[in-house]
């Protein structure tokens, strides 16, 4: 009896731009030396999916080029079929951030897209909410812990009095005291937080715990709410204050006041709004080769559907889009917002340079072993989530957005810092892209996951709501893609659950403080 002939794999590359002298490997399984690209080398060696093999012969110094741009140069002649990885180039330097392209690629008008809705809570101050969602902010990380214990008696003994409301969360955070309030940098920990108790999707059913003695006082945090009322306020609950005599007392305030703003959240209805309503994250962790080739540019596609359709869409990660600097202020609506890009990626890399650090760092181990051989390259991926549309307003960390359209929100990349700068921001879905996978999700907002390759869609098939690798095998194109993601930003908008909400999976939030901590 024969054994079967093994399956054998018509190699599939995957170039990004006529002029790239590399393109990456598509097979699931990478490809074995002696395999024949049509129209092209035979490998030399093994290569691995997702990293490159070079199409030419490159010398020693030689450009390698992805995306039409240069990720590299060469640190020894690499032949036609060889593997281009990491350790065979040499980073270039970053862009200067002088004598940039101004608004030098101005994008057309689109047409706008009509008739495209869904169905939100609409709040008093124009936001609107994906969900509805009962939040306990708190001033700071001492009060956690009895937080956590009243959120637990919320969800088991009142939740269920509540049909109306989805979900009750505590909004974690390591800040409030022990650091240096009043020194430069500290106001950004305390914006994020002060907005991310505005995001739309609580209601503007802002309650509070506090210690007592933190030096993030309520009237600090909030100071358009606490400031001028006294020791007492009906949406404050002060563990300190003497009338809390024993534990159960501080979980009973809480709970009282839990049921208050519950009752009201619970008579609000989902209502049809209009897709301009929408404010949606975007966003790439656990990133590799295809992340740049697959998912990212349907996330770009659906960010113009969604720009079109009047939206909001923001994109971020100063580090991942620092070495296309150009490409941005080069579709900077204004001017201005040319300058405010300028001004962000010129603070980070003081922030870097004084931590003795640069963009380099932030290609992680499992980046590389996806292919992503430096940061160059990966920012060249990241980009492509913003479309093409112009960019028409900057907006700080801990900010929260005022414009519409395409903003840039500038943050960290590391992903938990990145998507609660979003959520202060107003966002109320996010996208996030990951080609190595990771099981990311928020309480505060629905996250829905594209997988960058058919097979983590397969192993986490419970896992990643899109899967984005049909590009790379031919079976859909970038644009339907985009159209598919779309319309799932609309569904999951009006209701529809996301694979991480449908688990609970939740991480937590991670603020960005550049201030000193005492």
């Known amino acids: 009896m024969h054994s079967p002939r093994p399956t054998v794999q018509v190699p599939r590359m995957i170039r990004m731009r006529a002029g790239d002298n590399v393109a990456i490997v598509a097979n699931d399984r ?9 129209d092209g080398p035979t490998l030399l060696e093994a290569i691995p999916q997702g990293h490159k093999v070079a199409l030419c012969d490159i010398p020693e110094g030689g450009a390698i080029v992805r995306y039409g741009v240069v990720i590299g140069h060469a640190t020894r002649p690499l032949p036609a079929g060889s593997w281009v990885y990491e350790a065979v180039m040499r980073m270039p330097p970053a862009p200067s951030l002088d004598e940039l392209p101004i ?12 008739g495209y809705t869904f169905q939100g809570y609409r709040n008093a101050d124009g936001s609107v909410g994906t969900r509805n969602i009962l939040a306990i902010a708190m001033t700071v990380q001492c009060v956690a812990g009895v937080a956590d214990i009243a959120l637990e008696r919320i969800r088991r003994e009142l939740l269920p009095r509540y049909p109306n409301v989805d979900g009750a969360v505590a909004l974690h955070h390591g800040y409030g005291c022990g650091v240096a309030i009043d020194a430069p940098g500290a106001s950004i920990p305390v914006k994020t937080l002060r907005h991310i108790a505005q995001n739309p999707n609580f209601g503007g059913e802002v309650m509070l715990v506090s210690l007592g003695c933190e030096k993030l006082q309520p009237e600090r945090l909030m100071p358009e709410r606490f400031k001028d009322r ?9 563990l300190q204050d003497e009338r809390h005599v024993g534990f159960g007392s501080m979980i009973d305030d809480i709970l009282a006041m839990a049921e208050t703003h519950l009752e009201r959240l619970n008579r609000r209805r989902r209502e049809t709004c209009p897709a301009s309503d929408l404010v949606v994250g975007v966003q790439c962790g656990g990133s590799d080769a295809f992340s740049g080739a697959t998912a990212n540019p349907a996330v770009g596609h659906a960010a113009d559907l969604l720009v079109r359709a009047g939206a909001t869409v923001m994109f971020s990660e100063v580090t991942e889009v620092r070495d296309g600097i150009d490409q941005l202020t080069a579709r900077a609506a204004t001017p201005e917002v040319a300058r405010d890009l300028i001004r962000e990626m010129a603070w980070y890399d003081d922030y870097l340079r004084r931590g003795q650090a640069d963009r380099s760092a932030n290609t992680t181990p499992g980046n590389k072993r996806g292919g992503l051989s430096n940061i160059v390259e990966k920012a060249m991926g990241s980009i492509v989530k913003s479309g093409t549309m112009p960019i028409r307003g900057v907006v700080p960390p801990g900010e929260r957005a005022r414009d519409k359209g395409l903003l840039y929100a500038a943050t960290p990349a590391g992903d938990f810092v990145c998507g609660t700068l979003q959520l202060a921001a107003g966002m109320n879905v996010h996208i996030f892209t990951t080609g190595r996978g990771t099981p990311y999700g928020l309480a505060e907002v629905p996250v829905i996951k594209v997988a960058t390759r058919s097979d983590l869609a397969r192993r986490w098939h419970d896992l990643m709501d899109i899967d984005a690798g049909r590009i790379a095998s031919g079976e859909a194109s970038i644009e339907a893609l985009g159209q598919e ?34």
Not at 30 to 38: D, Q, V
């Open 485 to 518: 993601l779309f319309e799932r930003i609309l569904e999951v908008a009006s209701g529809r659950k996301t694979w991480a909400e449908h688990w609970g999976i939740v991480n937590d939030l991670v603020l960005f403080n550049p201030g000193p901590v005492t």
């Open 230 to 238: 006294g020791e007492t306020h009906p949406d404050l609950v002060r």
């Open 103 to 114: 608004c030098t690629a101005p994008v057309p008008e689109p047409e706008p897209l009509a």
């Open 30 to 38: 990478g490809l074995p030396a002696g395999a024949r690209i049509a």
